[in-house]
């Protein structure tokens, strides 16, 4: 371990760096990786050292299978709750933020629909509701609102799901304008031939074509500017995602071969957006004196594993996270977790 004394103890001048690092200055981080790998563990891990550093902070776990909650000992909720007097920590509850998502979605389309389809529209957004990605959608916008509108804290440390809600939050502005101006377009085509059709169809005696009829103009700016209003949220969102002096994102895998293949994909993905990864932590690492035969092996097997991350995630800020034999749950716990740099060469 790079900073041991003769005895396997860490050297007591090399502690404070090893609680302290990585220094973390961004508003934002982001914390990402597999299933299982330690993301919950190391994300309360980092905001509680920034607590302790009297840092205002609040963590936000929004992997729908939350155990955040059980990482810190406390049950959460979907607002804020202090766990510490510098450190808050939230769940964002999938089912209230979908309620949520889609009643804005409602109001918003009611804004220029024909009143007569309201009806089928809410049938329509029930079944959308429970559509693959509804949540994640409400999830994404949840993250967004938070990164954009609060003043309150230093620091929020987002637990994320192990889908990489990361690499979508950057890829929602394009999509979002894609949708949008499409939409637009769209009904600027519907508006013209609905104005000509009224010709033809308008039943009224006085009936007078106009095609500039204030009150459906009115209904339909006001749905726009819903709509302008959320692409603004995403790409201010994406605009703080890509400034590295906002936002860090850390990545934690764990020393086998699928983690680290994921882990250089990852890596990739944030690239082709001009990312840099922050750092990454390689978790549950076996400390090598070991003296039964079965430790060993795993010592042996991990090694191989390490040599590779080396190899291939060499240009990259790494930080060992040993495995811990107490039970990493609480505050008082998750804030003296080691994070050991590796030295880069
Ligand atoms: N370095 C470690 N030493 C010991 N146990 C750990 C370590 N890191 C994580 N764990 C444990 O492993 C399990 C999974 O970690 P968790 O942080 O919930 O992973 P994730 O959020 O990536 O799914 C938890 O029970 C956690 O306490
Ligand atoms: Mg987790």
Redesign the pocket.
Known sequence: MAFENGNGKIAPWALWMLLMIPEIKTPIIFVG??????????S?SIASKLAKEKKKTLIVST?P?H?LG??LDIKLASKPKKITPFLDAMELDAYEVTEKHFKGIEETLQGYADPRMFGKIKEHLELAKESPGAQEAAILESICKLITMQDKYEHIVF?TA?TGHTIRLLSLPSIMSAWTEGLMRHQREQEKIKNAAEVFWEKKKDYKFNPFKPSKKNRWDRALEKMEARRELFLQTSKTLIDPSKTSIYL?MIPQILPLEETKRAVNALKKFSIKCAGIFV??IIPKEQESDFWQTQVLKQGEILDKIEKFLKDQQRFY?????????GVGELEN?EFTPVPMH
């Open positions: 990786g597999k299933g299982g790998v330690g993301k919950t563990t190391l309360a992997d299978a155990s059980d990482a637990d192990p934690v978790n549950q996270v040993y495995l811990s034999p107490r039970d990493l749950r977790i």
